[in-house]
């Protein structure tokens, strides 16, 4: 809570095409730019290739490269964001377009590879990652975002607003994880 506070937004520069929906390729994307404690940070749209190099160190270490790569990571409807300290990717997390049996909402959409590299975690990034793509989904009608949130991650989410659903099951070879969701 108390690292939202410390970070100023200074500046939204946004580009605005025709459509307003968040799964068209033409969406709005902004790209924010965020003082925190002394740093200067940008948010914004990156490729599917862009986030390997995050997910590989942070989610998948020490396992082939192509366990990186997520099917749907290049459809027109999943959306990748990258937060840079000057021009080095230090955080990622894409969302997918993807609707989960638990839920009713018209518009669902997944999380999917959040991930902060190791030296930069506890800053207050994975805040500001989830925090603008809340942002980007606001004006989407019925919308909720979900995921299969690791269980030492839960925390984390549940500080957002998040919460479990249903009971935790095993994914192999990565561990314990819950379904948390948020309407936003
Ligand atoms: C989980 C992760 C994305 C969080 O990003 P982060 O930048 O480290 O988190 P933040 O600094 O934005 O944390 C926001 C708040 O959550 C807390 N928090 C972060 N990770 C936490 C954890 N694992 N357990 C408990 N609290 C946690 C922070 O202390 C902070 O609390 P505050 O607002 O009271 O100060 C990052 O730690 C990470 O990449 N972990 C390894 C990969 C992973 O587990 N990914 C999630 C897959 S579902």
């Known amino acids: 809570m108390q690292i939202f506070f410390k970070f100023f937004l200074i500046l939204f520069c ?3 095409n025709n459509s307003q929906s968040f799964y068209n390729e033409n969406v709005i994307h902004l790209t924010a730019l965020i003082f925190c404690q002394n740093q200067m940070y940008t948010i914004k749209k990156i ?16 396992k082939p490269i192509e366990s990186c790569h997520f099917d749907g990571d290049t459809l027109p409807s999943t959306h990748h964001f990258g937060i840079f300290i000057a021009k080095k990717l230090i955080g990622v997390i894409s969302l997918f377009k993807s609707q989960h049996s638990f839920f009713q909402a018209e518009n ?3 999380i999917r590879g959040m991930a902060v590299l190791e030296e930069f975690q506890r ?4 805040k500001m990652l989830i925090r603008h793509c809340e942002q980007q989904l606001k004006d989407e009608a019925d919308c909720l975002l979900w995921f299969n949130a ?7 989410y ?8 249903g009971t935790s099951f095993e994914i192999e070879d990565v561990g314990t994880h819950f379904v948390m969701y948020k309407y936003v």
């Open 14 to 16: 946004h580009k605005k």
């Open 47 to 62: 490729t599917a290739n862009d986030t390997i190099s995050v997910r590989h160190p942070v989610l998948r270490n020490g």
């Open 108 to 110: 669902q959409i997944q």
């Open 123 to 126: 800053k207050g990034l994975g």
């Open 150 to 156: 690791r269980e030492n991650a839960g925390p984390f």
């Open 158 to 165: 549940e500080k957002l607003g998040y919460t479990i659903s």
